[in-house]
């Protein structure tokens, strides 16, 4: 029973009262078996219990231990996971079988326990709440105790039973145990590939930093990169057009080596067109006072003027569209005869090949592209010009511009105002007296709808030069119910606007994108075939565009030769007057138009900038020194040589000089000193400059704005060369670190340096002291100047002061807090109330004063000491000597690698920048514009632009009477 209640403490002791010996025997094997089962299960079930627990809590540690997504733990945390989810699945099997034969013993010792009952006669409740006597313990209970102690492994054998099942539980028990114990060295194993991970982690953390770090730099140099990018695009731009002029010289030159002529000889059509083109690039927005004639487009949106002149040009040159505005720009089209089918913009080289689909969609593309370029912030049209000659067998020669469609309403996608503008533009055109007007009107819809003829009307009331378009007809033909209507519309009465002719054209079949050929075929096919010919609606002569592209070149041919020289005679007349202006307003002067102008004024640069050459390394040198001094004597003089000067003996003041010029060597020296250089550089550059553009009084005022200009875009891009402030530190380290002074000139020099920058300070502190103190006697009764409340309170702390510094000469740099007591109550006796602050600032200043004269004294002292200073080791005076030797050494020093620095490599760097930027000003013209401007340059731009445009009327007006003729 000990072994019972070992195992149980929970089951109580029993009594039993059992009066057949046979049947109790039975029934206590019985009892024995079930309390067997009873103990094997419940101990089984708890340390299962406890194993499972175990798993659970090792898994949930492991699971949290790896719970970081990290690749390389993948593999191994699943396969524990898998594992660990198979031991909990047999422990689940386990701890289930083992509850059911739990059950079962337990029902077996009820069983027994009833049956003993029974037999006694007695309840189940007085069987187990009795106590039993010492009788049966000692006679009865004595065959259950070894089979009890065998199932526990105290002692004996099963007893009945053959089999020992709490053997097989314990090896059960062992298997748990080594399959533990098992996990136990997974889950180390796990620990071990946990500290991998983790410091893998650390490492991945540090490339990210080391990334980060690398993606910040990169995106600081991001713009300095595109930018240079754009500068080299552009560059190779300029040098591949440059190439390909010259390809194109050499391969003419090759061609016609065996031919006598070398020029080409331009057509009539191209010598009218290069003067339109010198007007239009002179003056986007239309020169009124142009009067050379041209044959604007105009018409509707959608109305079919591009679909038109596309028909007169025999190409679908133009971008296409439905229903959408796609002419957002003028495009002036020149047409000439030619061998070959080809299109060329103004000023460009390469030529289109107008018989390749490919090289159409190119060429439409291209126009597009113009387009939306010329459309600056955000506006729907341009009135900048887009040039363009088309050449091929068989075309009319003459020059159309065609406009963009006039609108009635404005949609979301349009900038406000567009419709005027539209409208502006389109009478800007038209209001030329020459100008012959093809008005493009749409047979399709009612004619009620037209916008156009009334602004044509009021630019040519009486037809003289308006030819009237009607299109689409063949659609008119299909929709309208009257056919009369067409007739009075190409007689010209049913609009109140007249013309010179009326023409009917097809110009597509609807949506369908035909080529040229399959349009002219359907346009004749139509016409042979039309309802409205055959009523007599309209005459064979004016029907198709073919007979309207001849009378459209005859009129503007005609237009040509009744106008052009009086055009001529008009700027000729302008030529006489600008010339007088000239001569009257710049006498003397050459007439240089703005490219003349800045090629001037790129050549004086140039020369400037070397001219830094010039400047002697002596100079350099002493330029530098100043500056530099200028900007450390702050530092080395309150900073260094004050602070240091507060010890007590010489090796401390030596040692605190060490410290703070070491610290100030390796943060702020170095970059202050390139700063020094590059300061002076630009300093020198700009007194070259503007001394020189100020002896050229001609150009001096025209050139300023463009030197200006340059100077502060080279000053933002030059940068000094990184590795050139490493270099710099070592060198100032070594100088500063070198105290011996070898000679007696050093030291006389160090010495005279010493007293000359005392003296300057002597002088500022002095200055400084007065305005605090106010006018002095002298001053207020010169200068009728009185003092302020706080001056006197000054004045009085001042004299109060120098008391205290007559009593104690060498006094520290800060006053005692008695000491600040005592000066504030005698003032107070004096009857004056003054401030601690006043008293302290009047003190720093006067201190200040009272030192520099005092180590000016020691410094002229030490004159004679250079020889016996190693005696008198311990005197601080002559080791500021020393102090200020080693900073003018460290000057010459620092100024001699700076001018080295200068004159090898910042000044030529500083040349190739300023070539480039020069050279990227001379393509911008805008730029050009803005920075050389004056009365002088635009009166001789003017007289450039009229010589050019009347040489080239007078030798087209020569070749017009040559072919006439």
């Known amino acids: 029973m000990y072994a019972v209640r070992r195992h149980r403490p929970n089951i109580r002791r029993s009594q039993f009262h059992i009066t057949h010996r046979s049947y109790a025997s039975f029934a206590g094997r019985a009892a024995v078996r079930g309390v067997k089962w009873l103990v094997a299960s419940g101990a089984c079930v708890g340390s299962m219990k406890f194993v499972g627990n175990k798993i659970e809590e090792t898994h949930n540690n492991v699971s949290n231990a790896l719970s970081k997504p990290y690749d390389t733990l993948k593999y191994g945390v699943d396969g524990v996971t898998s594992r660990f989810n198979a031991l909990r699945i047999q422990a689940s099997e386990y701890s289930t079988s083992l509850r059911k034969r739990k059950d079962l013993a337990e029902q077996e010792v009820g069983a027994a326990v009833d049956n003993i009952a029974d037999a006694r006669g007695a309840n189940t409740s007085e069987l187990i709440g009795a106590s039993a006597p010492s009788s049966f313990a000692n006679e009865e209970v004595t065959p259950i105790v070894p089979q009890i102690n065998s199932f526990l492994g105290v002692g004996g054998s099963g007893g009945d039973d053959?089999?020992?099942?709490?053997?097989?539980?314990?090896e059960k028990h062992k298997k748990v145990e080594e399959e533990n114990r098992k996990l136990k060295e997974e889950l180390s194993s796990a620990e071990e590939v946990k500290k991998e991970s983790i410091k893998l982690l650390e490492e991945n953390d540090d490339l990210k930093n080391s990334i980060n770090s690398m993606k910040c730099e990169s995106h600081k140099t991001e713009s300095e990169l595109r930018r240079e990018l754009l500068k080299l695009q552009e560059s190779y731009k300029r040098e591949l057009d440059k190439m390909r002029n010259e390809n194109e010289q050499l391969r003419y030159l090759v061609k016609n080596s065996?031919?006598?002529?070398?020029?080409?000889?331009?057509?009539?059509?191209?010598?009218?067109?290069?003067?339109?083109?010198?007007?239009?690039?002179n003056d986007t927005s239309y020169c009124i006072q142009d009067h050379l004639p041209r044959i604007v487009v105009v018409g509707d949106q959608s109305a079919g003027k591009t679909s038109v002149l596309e028909m007169i040009v025999r190409a679908r040159i133009f971008p296409r569209g439905h229903g959408e505005m796609m002419t957002r720009s003028p495009v002036q089209v020149t047409l000439g005869e030619g061998d070959r089918h080809t299109a060329q913009f103004g000023g460009a080289e390469r030529i289109y090949d107008l018989s390749s689909e490919a090289e159409l969609y190119e060429l439409r593309r291209e126009v597009e592209r113009r387009m939306r370029k010329n459309l600056k912030n955000g506006e729907t049209i341009s009135s900048e010009v887009i040039s363009l000659v088309v050449k091929g067998p068989g075309l009319h020669r003459m020059v159309l511009v065609d406009l963009p469609g006039?609108?009635?309403?404005?949609?979301?996608?349009?900038?406000?105002?567009?419709k005027e503008k539209l409208t502006e533009m389109c009478s800007k055109f038209m209001q030329n007296p020459n100008a012959i007007i093809l008005c493009i009107q749409d047979g399709s819809i009612d004619a009620e709808r037209s916008n156009v003829t009334n602004i044509v009307q009021s630019h040519d009331p009486k037809g003289k030069r308006t030819i009237f378009v009607l299109t689409k007809v063949d659609l008119a033909e299909q929709n309208m119910a009257n056919p009369s209507r067409v007739k009075k519309i190409l007689e010209g009465k049913l609009f109140p606007m007249k013309a010179l002719g009326y023409y009917a054209v097809v110009t597509g079949r609807g949506p369908?994108?035909?080529?040229?050929?399959?349009?002219?075929?359907?346009e004749e096919d139509f016409f042979s075939k039309s309802r409205l010919f055959r009523s007599g609606a309209f005459r064979a002569s004016q029907m198709s565009t073919n007979n309207l592209s001849l009378a459209v070149s005859d009129c503007f041919w005609k237009m040509v030769r009744d106008s052009v020289e009086q055009q001529a005679d008009n700027f000729k007349a302008t030529r006489y007057n600008l010339e007088a202006e000239w001569r009257n307003t710049f006498a003397g002067l050459r007439e240089m138009d703005r490219n003349d102008l800045f090629e001037?004024?790129?050549?004086?640069?140039?020369?400037?900038?070397?001219?830094?050459?010039?400047?002697?390394?002596?100079?350099?040198?002493?330029?530098?020194?100043?500056?530099?001094?200028d900007k450390i004597s702050p530092t080395v003089v309150d900073n260094i040589y004050l602070n240091a000067a507060e010890c007590d003996s010489a090796s401390n003041f030596n040692t605190k000089v060490d410290i703070a010029l070491k610290d100030w060597t390796d943060d702020l020296l170095p970059q202050i000193s390139i700063d020094v250089g590059w300061r002076t550089l630009f300093n020198q550059l700009n007194a070259i400059i503007f001394s020189k553009a100020n002896k050229d009084r001609d150009t001096a005022e025209l050139f300023l704005p463009l030197k200006k200009d340059i100077l502060n875009e080279v000053e933002e891009q030059h940068k000094w060369?990184?590795?050139?402030?490493?270099?710099?530190?070592?060198?100032?380290?070594?100088?500063l670190e070198d105290t011996a002074v070898t000679n007696k000139m050093q030291w006389d020099n160090s010495i005279a340096f010493m007293e000359r920058i005392l003296n300057e300070?002597?002088?500022?502190?002095?200055?400084?002291?007065?305005?605090?103190?106010?006018?002095?006697?002298?001053?207020?009764w010169t200068g009728w100047k009185s003092r302020t409340p706080i001056e006197n309170q000054c004045v009085a702390t001042k004299n109060e002061l120098e008391r205290l510094l007559v009593a104690d000469e060498f006094h520290s740099k800060n006053l005692e807090n008695d000491e600040l007591t005592t000066v504030r109550k005698n003032l107070q006796t004096q009857g004056v109330d003054v401030p601690y602050e006043i008293i302290c600032t009047v003190w720093q200043k006067l201190y200040k004063l009272n030192f520099l004269k005092r180590a000016l004294s020691s410094a002229q002292q030490c004159r004679k000491a250079f020889y016996h200073r190693n005696v008198a080791c311990n005197a601080v005076e002559c080791n500021d000597v020393v102090l200020f030797w080693r900073a003018t050494r460290m000057l010459e020093i620092t100024s001699n690698a700076l001018r080295l620095q200068i004159m090898n490599t910042e000044a030529q760097r500083l040349e190739k920048?300023?070539?480039?930027?020069?050279?990227?000003?001379?393509?911008?013209?805008?730029?050009?514009?803005?920075?050389?401007?004056?009365?002088?340059?635009?009166?001789?731009?003017?007289?450039?632009?009229?010589?050019?445009?009347?040489?080239?009327?007078?030798?087209?007006?020569?070749?017009?009477?040559?072919?006439?003729?």
């Open 162 to 170: 053959d089999k020992d099942p709490g053997r097989e539980m314990r």
């Open 258 to 281: 065996n031919t006598r002529t070398a020029a080409v000889k331009k057509s009539i059509i191209d010598m009218y067109a290069d003067v339109l083109d010198t007007l239009s690039d």
């Open 406 to 418: 006039i609108i009635s309403t404005e949609t979301s996608g349009m900038k406000p105002k567009t």
């Open 512 to 522: 369908h994108d035909d080529s040229v050929e399959t349009i002219r075929a359907y």
């Open 600 to 629: 001037k004024a790129k050549d004086e640069i140039l020369d400037d900038i070397s001219c830094l050459h010039k400047i002697t390394p002596l100079e350099w040198e002493s330029m530098l020194q100043d500056e530099l001094w």
């Open 721 to 735: 060369q990184n590795n050139a402030q490493k270099r710099l530190s070592v060198i100032q380290k070594n100088a």
């Open 761 to 780: 300070r002597i002088s500022l502190a002095k200055t400084d002291l007065d305005k605090c103190v106010g006018p002095s006697w002298h001053e207020r």
């Open 913 to 965: 920048e300023v070539k480039q930027y020069l050279e990227d000003l001379s393509h911008d013209e805008d730029k050009k514009k803005a920075l050389i401007t004056g009365k002088r340059v635009d009166l001789a731009e003017e007289l450039r632009k009229v010589r050019g445009i009347q040489d080239r009327l007078e030798t087209f007006i020569d070749e017009l009477k040559r072919e006439h003729s």
